[in-house]
């Protein structure tokens, strides 16, 4: 054993790296699914539509109206590269104003175990002011807030 470590000493080092991401990454998604849950706080429809990094549309355009709600449930992929964006269109009549956001939802970059993971239960509420994303569903702790920015 020495002596093949002495003899490919890059390979051996690659092969260890290689053996602790993965042992990192599972360990990070040992429930193995994520989920995203989109809720409309607005009195006026929403109108929702996702797709992944590859373009494939998973939740297709729908219309959300108060206290509705939209959702996914998915594994994400094993080399952290998930991607789940969204588009957001509110017809703001009161205001006389179109407002169309577009942004990601749910995605993991590649993290390493001193990292944090993404959130497992993503849950985004959509209010007149803008958007708020919470970790571990409604009750769990604000990640952002995010403002709807007028289309001019």
Known sequence: ??????R???LCLTLVFLVVMESTTMASCSSGVASVYIFNRIKSPIQVQCWNKDGSMI???????????????FTPGFWGT??????????????HQIY???FDVWFDSF???WQEPPCRQCTWLIH???FTEYKDG???PVVAHYPWIPQE
């Open 1 to 6: 054993m020495a002596n093949l470590i002495n």
């Open 8 to 10: 490919f000493p890059i």
């Open 59 to 73: 939740i297709k355009p729908t219309f959300l109206h108060k206290d509705e709600h939209v959702g996914l449930v």
């Open 82 to 95: 998930t991607r789940v964006n969204c588009d957001f269109t509110w017809i703001a009549v009161d205001q």
């Open 100 to 102: 169309i956001q577009t």
């Open 111 to 113: 993290f390493l175990f």
């Open 128 to 130: 007149p002011w803008g």
């Open 138 to 140: 409604e009750l769990g």
